[in-house]
């Protein structure tokens, strides 16, 4: 039978998304559904004084306020690998103290959502105000130095940098690089509809970790995990958000218990800015030393990175400069520097994409001074092993990645000198910069159910958040268990089924997908077992491991005469299926020795009006390195995705904080600037297509992220090819180019 995996097949779920059958976690009624608002601080820092309930109260509809002096207490949730450190939300209800402003500080409940949102107005709050502190400038003094972020080390060094800037003739590039808070801004908001049934609690959850969100509101409630069931088929976008525990999702459980009632809690536009995390505003202090001929001879990246008052969060933004390039000498100091906004939480690429703006445009700088070709520069550093671990790579094609991508994109015709492109009276502008991102893969389990009817059934607890998982799981599934893809039925976002990370860090496909193999492993053993103890099979007496399954059938490969289908084994038996289910683990023993990473290079054109100056990005070639390409046709919408947000990280989204308030006041899609079509011109994605037998079976890697990772800095390194002006704080705005 023909593979499948390695196909561009079409997206299973895009009929049912298309034609409005796809349900997601708000669209879900159960009967007496309630609806919850919640209300919010309207200061930064300080306490509450006093909450006048009486005018809401009164307003029609309302079933419930929740707040400090009647909320029942409920566990602190401990912080995990994969947990979200913004816990602070619901210890505000019963806590007055406030650390920013759109902290939650009650809860109404109503009939309609309408009257709830009304009596919401209504609470009168009181507070006593301090000063609060959103500039990171003045957050010195608070500086908190971090040792490691999921196990990553924050205060790097290795060898000397110091003696390293002692030696002559050195070219030196020492610069400061700004990025600033980016929010999340998929198209489905946060959003929760709780039920119970005693002690047991349903949540449809808008979540990519239904088993974490399972794992959190047991402790929480204190109930068995068994008693928590969570339901998320679809995911309306992401990109960093709703992985982990957010407080809306534990306010909309404690409502529907407090008042016996189904109840919904969506997140308005405005409160997405506040309560399911952002980007980290961000400065990064490059040092490039390099001898004449380009060779790096030291380099420090420091970090200062904003976090809340709250919580420690980290995004170590110098990972990238201790592996992409060779060099001797490298420290990566960080510095958190505590703030009062809510707290940050990852954001697609959340290291990789900040730490190789910076880089990326260092190593453009100091391919200027040099005069030589950025990719030249880059090949001329190129790491043929991983020079932090000291370990080989997995499976390393940058290089072709750059050749591929400067002859796709015609970088041979590019004049070097700044400004000297031009079409008509545009600007012409073309840079490039190095993509990179970790092949991760971690446990997780799936379950195969075979049917008399020749069908299968397959289960897994990930998630489609849309990067095409309903469709490459099948095709995985039906290629091991060699079944037409048609027969293969591939069901997901659902606690009950076998537990599977988050669906972050690019460890979906390369974790689930393995964990389908060896279950399709499982219960082919199972039928071969059963097709050979049988005494009416004719493969009654044979050796197990002399059969094999595949299309609907257990047989004796180059004996025709000698093969029983599942249907007849299965009846024989008196079984209506056969199922098993199986865990791949994470890696261990092969990590130890090979470092497995994903890698790419960005080409990007750019056209300035100079007297406007309006950036408009027309031309970009992205070549991804990630392995073994499951579905050509989802991964390249991954790319593009990864790219345009890229795009939108140099020239659009930026969150502007109200220095008097605190608050954020571009809080809704009319203000807080992203990419539209009228923004993106051509992207061309081309993949080396390489497996990756370190990693998993199949030889694939994660595809989610890497594309975003050094894109904002083609961005930016063309336009300083383009017009001679360096812009090193995002994003690249009209006014920093007049």
């Known amino acids: ?41 309207t200061i930064a820092h300080g306490r509450v004084d006093a909450i006048d309930l009486a005018e809401a109260a009164k307003s029609p509809g309302v079933i419930e306020i929740i707040w400090r ?50 009596a919401a107005s209504l609470v009168k709050v009181s507070y006593h ?27 790097y060094k290795r060898g000397d940098f110091s003696a390293a800037l002692t030696e002559s003739g050195l070219i030196k590039i020492e610069q400061a690089y700004s990025i600033p808070v980016e929010t999340h801004n998929p198209l489905e908001p946060g959003a929760t509809v709780a039920q119970w049934d005693g002690d047991e609690l349903t949540l ?67 409160q997405m800015f506040t309560w399911l995390g952002h980007r980290p505003q961000t400065t990064q202090h490059l040092t490039l030393a390099a001898g004449p001929d380009g060779r790096l001879t030291g380099v420090r990246h420091e970090t200062r990175q904003a976090t809340s008052t709250t919580n420690e969060f980290t995004v170590p933004s110098g990972v990238v400069s201790k592996m992409l390039y060779e060099c001797r000498n490298v420290q990566t100091p960080h510095k958190l520097l505590p703030l009062n906004i809510a707290t940050p939480t990852y954001m697609r690429a959340p290291a990789e994409a900040p730490g190789s703006f910076a880089l990326e445009c260092a190593m453009d700088e100091l391919a200027a001074r040099l005069k030589m070709d950025p990719v030249e520069l880059r090949l ?20 072709d990645c750059y050749v591929i991508g400067r002859e796709k994109f015609g970088w041979q015709a590019r004049s070097p000198k700044p400004g000297s492109m031009k079409d008509g009276s545009l600007l012409v502008g073309w840079g490039m910069a190095t993509a990179t991102y970790p092949g991760h893969r971690k446990t997780a389990a799936a379950s195969i159910r075979l049917l008399s009817d020749g069908t299968a059934l397959v289960q897994a607890a990930t998630h489609e958040i849309g990067n095409g998982a309903y469709t490459v799981f099948t095709q995985t599934a039906a290629d091991a268990l060699d079944l037409p893809m048609e027969r293969v039925k591939f069901e997901l976002g659902d606690s009950d089924f076998p537990t599977a ?72 038996a008196g079984e209506p299926w056969m199922e098993a289910e199986a865990t791949a683990e994470e890696q261990d023993d092969t990590t130890k020795t090979v470092t497995i990473q994903s890698f790419g290079a960005h080409f990007c054109e750019v056209k300035i009006d100079p007297s406007l100056p309006e950036v408009r990005v027309t031309r970009f070639v ?114 920093k180019l007049l």
């Open 204 to 270: 449809h959850d808008s979540t990519r970790w239904v088993d974490g969100t399972q794992s959190t509101l047991s402790e929480v409630f204190g109930i068995s995990r068994d008693n928590v069931h969570v339901v998320c088929p679809f995911v309306g976008g992401a990109f960093g958000s709703k992985a982990f525990r957010w407080s809306h999702t534990i306010l909309a459980a404690l409502a529907a218990r407090m008042t016996r009632r189904p109840v919904k809690l969506v997140l308005t536009r405005a």
């Open 69 to 118: 002096r009647n909320a029942p207490k409920l566990r602190y949730p401990k912080l995990g690998a994969y947990d979200s450190p913004s816990a602070e939300n619901i210890t505000s209800l019963w806590d007055s103290a406030i650390h920013y402003a759109g902290q939650a500080v009650a809860v109404v409940v109503a009939e309609t959502f309408e009257q709830a949102q009304h």
């Open 501 to 572: 990370p988050p669906a972050g860090g690019s460890v979906s496909t390369a974790s689930v997908s393995e964990a389908i193999i060896k279950a399709v492993g499982a219960v082919q053993l199972k039928m071969a077992r059963l097709a050979t103890t049988d005494s009416k099979s004719p493969l009654s007496g044979l050796r197990t491991a002399d059969v094999r399954c595949g299309e609907g059938r257990i047989f004796l490969p180059g004996n025709l005469t000698q093969s029983v289908t599942y249907k007849e084994i299965l009846d024989s």
């Open 622 to 735: 992205s070549v991804l390195d990630v392995g073994r390409v499951l579905n050509p046709q989802t991964s390249r919408s991954q790319a593009l995705g990864g790219v345009t947000m890229g795009i939108g990280m140099a020239l659009h989204e930026q969150t502007i904080y109200d220095p008097v308030t605190g608050r954020p006041v571009n809080d809704n899609l009319a203000d807080y600037a992203i990419p539209v079509n009228a923004d993106i011109g051509g992207i061309e994605v081309f993949f080396t297509n390489l497996p990756d037998q370190s990693i998993n079976t199949l030889g694939c890697r994660g595809v989610g992220e890497v594309p975003i990772v050094g894109a904002a800095a083609a961005v930016a390194n063309a336009v300083y090819h383009a017009t001679g002006r360096r812009v090193r704080d995002l994003p690249i705005t009209p006014d």
């Open 380 to 399: 001329l550093n190129y790491a043929y092993i991983d020079p932090e671990a000291g370990k080989i790579w997995s499976g390393k094609h940058l290089r």
């Open 1 to 41: 039978m023909d593979k499948v995996v390695g196909s561009s097949v079409r997206r299973l779920d895009g009929p049912l998304k298309v034609t409005g059958q796809a349900r997601y976690a708000a669209e879900f009624r159960p009967d007496h559904l309630a609806h919850a608002v919640i209300v919010q601080s």
């Open 129 to 155: 105000q301090e000063p609060h502190n959103i500039a990171m400038a003045e957050a010195e003094p608070a500086a908190i130095l971090p040792k490691q972020s999921n196990g990553e080390k924050l205060q």
